[in-house]
């Protein structure tokens, strides 16, 4: 009994171990990121992290599934209307952590409608662009480890629209056009981080030292997004009063851990099979 006990204890230890990025993410350089969101602010979740690889000589690349073009109360915004602020806000929030215009992707699908469209369509171009980019890490939302983990609409679509085609992307069977026709290759992802993750599930914690007030200058870019904004949109520019308030509304969102704020994800390594697991 003792040395089962025992055993269970090293293997909880190595499961612990074995969940940590070898190298921590605050030191990572050369790496290809790729960042898979439901909407155009979606990167807020990882934004200071974004902002820090990109700096320290990593390529990040954020992919986008819709326009977030019915995100509003605001009688007089249309779909369109939104579609191109939503996509104006995003590059402004980008180019403020300094990740080029040109890094930014959006697959241009309705806002709220993901989960209801051709999942194969879908998978499919993500599966190009996973390996066109050929990411070394992808950023996703959670999918849950051991359970479903529960998202809104488009959120728990992304999320599995995402695992789904970075296992795809491994075989060269699936989409075999894309290599035999276009020139591709098949790509394994082999590095996960995954955010919104259960607060339990949580298990690395990236340092945004320095980039957290950057990370609030690029988030109040999203004008339409706030409560203002919703009900009777006044963008893209806010008032010195707006701007002033809205960040200390911001601010409340940052993260600390002994005093030192970051960002929270769920780590993985491996298949893209067990990234629930």
């Known amino acids: 009994m003792r040395t089962l006990v025992m055993a269970t204890a090293l293997l909880l230890v190595y499961s612990i171990s074995y969940a940590q990025p070898e190298v921590a993410i605050e030191q990572w350089k050369g790496k290809t990121i790729l960042l898979i969101g439901a909407h155009p602010d979606d990167d807020s979740y990882s934004m200071g992290t974004l902002g820090m690889l990109n700096a320290n000589g990593n390529e990040v690349y954020i992919a986008i599934l819709t326009t977030g073009n019915v995100g509003t109360q605001d009688p007089d915004l249309g779909m369109m209307d939104l579609a191109l602020i939503r996509k104006q806000e995003e590059q402004d929030a980008l180019a403020t952590m300094g990740i080029p215009t040109d890094h930014y992707i959006n697959l241009g699908y309705d806002d709220g409608m993901l989960e209801y469209e051709d999942t194969k369509e879908v998978v499919m171009k993500l599966v190009r662009l996973i390996r066109k980019i050929r990411p070394d890490v992808l950023f996703t939302f959670d999918p849950g480890k051991g359970g479903q983990r ?23 069977l699936m989409f075999q056009g894309q290599i035999t026709v276009e020139g591709l290759e098949a790509h394994t992802i082999p590095e996960y981080i995954l955010y ?18 950057r990370k609030i200058d690029a988030m109040s870019k999203y004008v339409s997004q706030f409560s203002s904004g919703w009900s009777d949109y006044k963008g893209p520019e806010l008032s010195e009063e707006e701007e002033t308030e809205v960040k200390a509304q911001l601010r409340k969102w940052i993260e600390y851990r002994n005093g030192i704020p970051v960002e929270g994800f769920r780590y993985y390594k491996g298949l893209p099979d067990d990234i629930g697991r």
């Open 150 to 172: 529960w998202h809104k609409a488009d959120h728990r679509a992304s999320a599995y629209l995402s695992a789904d085609a970075a296992r795809a992307a491994m075989w060269p």
């Open 196 to 213: 919104d993750s259960a607060e339990e599930d949580k298990d690395t914690w990236v340092d945004i030292t320095g980039w957290d007030e």
